[in-house]
């Protein structure tokens, strides 16, 4: 199973690269173009029971989990997007100077036509600098915070929890809202240090965002994001940071603070993996879309080279807030075991089970039962 190739073109979607691995490349003029992408669809199945009283982004609800009914059947995206992504870079005045452009769109939709002009836009950004002085970002790219977990997850390239309210529009949820926030796409303005001694890092001007809904709105300050990663023998540690102000409806506005801590080893045809984000006003799915409320989400994960095609996975994760009124939201947690099967170089076939749960804060549950089977092709 290729998924160090295919990891690689994920890689250049949520890491801001100028190129894909296995792309097409050609030369025009004074710039080396670059084209490739991602399709995908898995064939999902949830079923969804217990309490439907709990409150928030409880995945497990019919509500969200199964699209307003006990069980729903979707043929959609998994929890990464259609993709075409193309990429420039040159060298001029002695500087190396690139441009990226990601352009998405989802499998299901809600009917038959509503979805046929739905473009997802998340990368369109410039880079300019050189290994001796680091990178600078300008445009519009996914977020720092949060980047080394959902590559590190296992369903990215399946669906992990395959919410319906999601899938049908856009993707499945893998652990977002049930093991870490999303890490988001924002305007931006980044630099990246140059590679020392397996130290990266990247720090972030973010432009400030609304909460969903627009019960919080950003201040006059912006976002700011920063990450560094270490490498080591067979293995990697992280940490991110993440703030913003958020304006509230009665000034009751807050500070959106969150650190996050991680790393992965390879022990053989043995993976493991551990993250922990946790600080206020995170957010469930995005940022403070929980309010000023304190939270920790946890992920851990284990997978196992079974064959050289074959990768077996089982993860979990959780996403747990503090405080809260009676029958607001107390946790998501999500359980998915995975076999991923490399069919080409080019091509992974998934199926996955998982179950996921919602908790209110008085203890009341709701379940989502779900199971995916499809495939990804990288190209």
């Known amino acids: 199973m290729n998924t160090t190739r295919n990891a690689a073109i994920v890689g250049a979607m949520l890491t801001a690269a100028t190129s894909q691995a ?10 080396d173009l670059s084209v490739g992408g991602i399709i995908n669809a898995f064939y999902t199945h949830t079923n969804c029971s217990g309490s439907q009283a709990v409150g928030g982004l409880a995945l497990a609800t019919q509500a969200l989990g199964c699209g307003g009914v006990a069980g729903r059947t979707v043929i959609g995206n998994g929890l990464l997007p259609n993709a075409l992504i193309t990429s420039a870079k040159g060298r001029q005045d002695g500087i190396d100077i690139g441009a990226t452009l990601m352009i998405g769109a989802a499998t299901a939709s809600d009917d038959a ?3 046929n002009s739905n473009v997802d836009v998340r990368q369109a950004f410039a880079t300019f600098g050189d290994p001796t002085m680091g990178t600078f970002k300008l445009g519009r790219d996914y977020g720092i915070f949060g980047q080394a977990a959902i590559l590190g997850d296992m369903t990215l390239f399946g669906a992990g929890a395959p919410v319906a309210a999601t899938q049908r529009n856009r993707v499945t949820l893998g652990h977002i809202g049930a093991g870490y926030t999303y890490l988001g796409t924002y305007g931006q ?18 432009s ?6 627009n019960v919080y709105t950003a201040k006059s300050a912006p976002q700011l994001q920063a990450a560094g990663s270490f490498a080591l023998s067979g293995g990697k540690v992280w940490a991110a940071l ?3 102000k958020f304006d509230g409806p009665a000034n009751d506005g807050f500070t959106m603070n969150g650190a996050e801590i991680g790393g992965s080893v390879s022990l053989g045809a043995f993976g493991l993996l551990a993250n922990v984000q946790s600080g206020k006003g995170l957010g469930v799915l995005s940022d403070g879309d929980s309010g ?7 992920l851990v994960q284990g997978t196992f080279q079974a064959a050289d095609k074959v990768k077996l996975g089982l993860n979990w994760g959780e996403s747990r807030l503090r405080d809260g009124a009676t029958t607001d939201l107390r946790s998501n947690s999500n359980a998915t075991a995975g076999l991923y099967y490399g069919l080409t170089k080019s091509l992974t076939l998934t199926a996955e089970l998982s179950r996921t749960q919602s908790k209110d804060v008085e203890g009341d549950t709701a379940t989502l039962k779900g199971v995916a089977a499809g495939g990804i092709l990288f190209f």
């Open 22 to 31: 296995g792309a097409a490349d050609f030369k025009a003029g004074d710039w």
């Open 113 to 115: 036509i509503g979805n």
């Open 189 to 206: 303005i980044s630099y990246t240090t140059p590679a020392l001694n397996g130290f990266a890092g990247t720090v972030a001007v973010v």
């Open 208 to 213: 400030p965002v609304d909460t969903n809904g």
């Open 242 to 244: 993440k703030s913003q």
């Open 292 to 298: 000023p409320r304190k939270q920790t989400n946890y």
